[in-house]
């Protein structure tokens, strides 16, 4: 009965950097196309959530990970398992807050910037806001309204990336509409 | 032993893909209507196991017949399945596998009592099928029914090669 699944369980490396520069070809498109940094900012967030609500399903297709029962769960899910199936990376989960629905993740490198410097008119832009999408969106699947944001960023001269992350609610499922 | 139909449901309880293979007996309503059914049953079961579970989260296997004294509760307590719910239920005819990712995608598969349960398979569909030819096809819009003629192709043939499927000689 236990039929073996033909996909193999090691997913299909693939140069990083061709990720990385086509991420950038993404990011100047978007800074030619709009005229300020946060409507790029918004777009960024919006197709990384488009991603993240796809992206949720292939990771626990692969991973076989389960619901998470707290917060902390989760957020060791996103740094152990996620960030290094799909980024290659490990960020480390530190600045709890008291009531444990907040903490940051501390990426020691972003592979997303390897190539980048960031150019004085562009002040306000989160290069990497895709991943704010990216994981709002792949939780928002998973019955979690999270608020994502960059509160550090190397490319502005901080000295760690760290992106913060904030439990709102739990989305309740509903009861399925016109059943009597 | 054989597989009689397949349910896959959406969190919002919009039936996304159905799809029969010996079912000799239809349920005289409309299939819109049958959907509704089925996601309104498999809703309750879920709220009423998670109710009526005496330990936490331990998944439950019900067994409920189509006469009293088939009425059977099997509580199993492996901690393999832990958190896993609702898991399986047959009546004296047939037997309904489930199954719930976390995202809320629920897979439902009918077969006969002879099939052992179908967890592996049903998970395997999931994350072969559903997820390779479904997901990952930018075209395909999620939360509405299933218009891709790969994936029912590559179903069908998925179901068809089952250990289970062929039906016994009569």
């Known amino acids: ?65 389960g619901r998470c029962h707290d917060f902390r769960e989760t957020a060791d899910v996103i740094a152990k398992v996620a960030f290094k199936m799909y980024l ?4 480390s989960v530190t600045n709890w807050s008291p009531a444990g629905d907040e903490f940051s993740l501390i990426l020691e490198s972003n592979p997303l910037v390897d190539f980048v410097e960031l150019p004085d008119n562009h002040n306000n832009l989160v290069y990497s ?7 709002r969106g792949a939780l928002e699947m998973v019955q979690m309204a999270v608020d ?8 502005r001269g901080d000295n760690v990336t760290e992106i913060r992350m904030k439990f709102i609610k739990r989305i309740e499922e509903n009861m399925p509409a016109g059943d009597e | ?35 509704k059914l089925m996601y309104g049953m498999l809703f309750s079961i879920r709220s009423f196991i998670s109710k009526m579970s005496p330990l936490d989260m331990y998944p439950v296997c019900v067994c409920v017949g189509e006469r009293e004294r088939e009425c059977v509760c099997v509580f199993s307590l492996t901690k393999l399945f832990r958190k896993d719910g609702f898991l399986a239920f047959q009546t004296s005819r047939y037997k309904l596998h489930y199954y719930e990712t976390p995202t809320g995608i629920k897979l439902v598969m009918n077969t006969d009592l002879g099939v052992p349960n179908c967890r592996d398979t049903l998970q395997q569909i999931y994350s072969t099928l559903y997820v390779e030819y479904i997901v990952k096809n930018p075209l395909c819009v999620l939360g509405e029914s299933l218009q891709s003629d790969l994936f029912n192709t590559k179903l069908d043939s998925f179901i068809r090669a089952l250990p289970f499927f062929s039906v016994r000689a009569a």
């Open chain 2, 1 to 35: 032993m054989t597989v009689h139909n397949f349910y896959i449901f959406d969190r919002n309880g919009s039936c996304l893909h159905y799809s029969e293979w010996n079912r000799k007996k239809q349920a005289g309503i409309s299939k819109d209507e049958e959907f």
């Open chain 1, 148 to 155: 994502v944001r960059f509160a550090q960023d190397t490319l």
């Open chain 1, 129 to 135: 806001n895709l991943l704010c999408g990216v994981l």
């Open chain 1, 1 to 65: 009965m236990s039929r073996q699944s033909n996909r193999p369980t090691d997913s299909k490396k693939m140069n990083s950097e061709l990720f990385t520069l086509t991420y950038g070809a993404l990011v100047t498109q978007l800074c030619k196309d709009y005229e300020n940094d946060e409507e790029v900012n918004k777009q960024l967030d919006k197709m990384g959530y488009n991603i993240g609500v796809r992206l949720i399903e292939d990771f626990l297709a692969r991973s076989s990970v």
């Open chain 1, 88 to 91: 290659g990376i490990t960020p």
